[in-house]
Every structure is written in structure tokens, then in C-alpha cells.
């Protein structure tokens, strides 16, 4: 199962790599998308069910963003990730994992691309910490390729550009 779950992770990554070089903020929610679903299933296989949960949680999240960004529903999906983490808690660094959520859900609901990715680095550092943690090689190579992505992104479209406010 462990490494079942690690190749889920592993073409998980290849959609992060591909998710933040593009500029449209609806074709790197769609990669988003996909990417978390089988990251879920990953968790899962590996018993962390608050991140499994969580992670599954981000996909619909995700999907949505796709299409609109209301605040009320922003609230809803924190809500949702607060009332999951609380049933399926196991360990201490199931809050890492609840942080990065919601940080990344606050991301997700920007208007701004840039907005969205200054706050997804944020919240992927936190994912880091919960897989080094979680004990799995491929979500903390994953998530740090998901940060340089993105970092790669950002230099791309905003290193000689100004930054909107």
C-alpha cells in the first residue's frame, strides 16, 4: 500500500509541477484540482484521515474556485475543514495540516493570481512540515516541488512587472 500511495503522490506532483507555469488562474485550479484528489487518496492509504479528509475537502474547493469565488462559500469550506480535522484527529501535527488548509483556502477565493500564490506559499510550507511528519517521502518531495513551481511562477509573470495592489 505504501507504495501504491507513493506513485499516487508521484503523478500528484507532475500536475502541481504543471499547475502554477500557467498564467490562467482557472487551468492552475483545474491541476489543483485533479492533483488533491489523488493526494487524498494517498493519505488515506497511509491512515492520516484528517489529511485525507482535508485534502479531499481542497479538491471540491478547488473545483469551485473554477467556477466562482464567494465569500460565504470560503467560510463554508474553512467551516468544513475545522469540523473534519475535529472527527478524524489522530496526532499533534494534524493542526499543521488543518493550517495549510486554511490558509490555502483563503488563497484559493483571491481575485488576484498573485495574491493566491503568495498565500499558497505560505500554506505549503505548513504542508511540508505535516508530511515530514506524516512520514512520506513523496508528498515532501511533491509539496516542495509545488513551492518551487510556484516560485518559479511568480518570478515568470512578476519579476520585472509591477506588482497589483
Known amino acids: 500500500m505504501f507504495l501504491i500511495a507513493q506513485s499516487l503522490v508521484a503523478i500528484a506532483t507532475l500536475l502541481d509541477l504543471a499547475s502554477f507555469q500557467f498564467k490562467s488562474r482557472s487551468l492552475i485550479l483545474t491541476c489543483l484540482f485533479m492533483s488533491v484528489l489523488l493526494t487524498a487518496v494517498h493519505f488515506f492509504m497511509l491512515g492520516h484521515n484528517s489529511a485525507g479528509c482535508l485534502m479531499l475537502i481542497a479538491a471540491f474547493r478547488y473545483f469551485y474556485c473554477i467556477y466562482a469565488r464567494k465569500t460565504w462559500a470560503m467560510y463554508a469550506f474553512m467551516l468544513l475543514c475545522c469540523v473534519a480535522v475535529y472527527y478524524t484527529w489522530q496526532d499533534w501535527f494534524s493542526a499543521l495540516a488543518l493550517i495549510a488548509t486554511l490558509i490555502q483556502t483563503f488563497a484559493s477565493f ?18 511540508i ?6 512520514g512520506s517521502p513523496v508528498a515532501i518531495v511533491m509539496e516542495s516541488l509545488f513551492l518551487s513551481s510556484n516560485l518559479v511562477g511568480l518570478y515568470r509573470f512578476y519579476s520585472t512587472k509591477k506588482i497589483p495592489c
Open 129 to 134: 512540515s505535516h508530511n515530514v511528519f506524516a
Open 110 to 127: 483571491q481575485k488576484h493570481d498573485l495574491h493566491m500564490r503568495l498565500c499558497m506559499v505560505v500554506g505549503t510550507l505548513f504542508w
